[in-house]
């Protein structure tokens, strides 16, 4: 798997992510969410930065 299919894979979470936080009505879920969606936007760059030097 090279790093432009996993960048892939992280962008399909976060939008996955997105969608299910806006549709959740706890506010610790989406908090909990929120920081996942975070921390995956903090890995995925790595990867899109990857992408561009190969």
Same mark, same amino acid.
């Given at each position: 798997?090279? $790093?432009?299919?996993?960048?892939?894979?992280?962008?399909?979470? @976060? @939008?996955?992510?997105? !969608? /299910?936080?806006? !549709?959740? *009505? #706890? /506010? /610790? *879920?989406? %908090?909990?969410? #929120? %920081?996942?969606?975070?921390?995956? $936007? *903090? /890995? #995925?760059?790595?990867?899109?930065?990857?992408? *561009? !030097? @190969?």
């Amino acid at each position: 798997m090279g $790093n432009e299919e996993i960048y892939e894979y992280l962008e399909e979470i @976060d @939008d996955m992510l997105y !969608n /299910v936080i806006k !549709n959740i *009505d #706890s /506010v /610790v *879920d989406k %908090r909990i969410l #929120s %920081r996942a969606k975070q921390i995956i $936007n *903090d /890995v #995925s760059w790595k990867y899109e930065e990857d992408t *561009d !030097n @190969d």
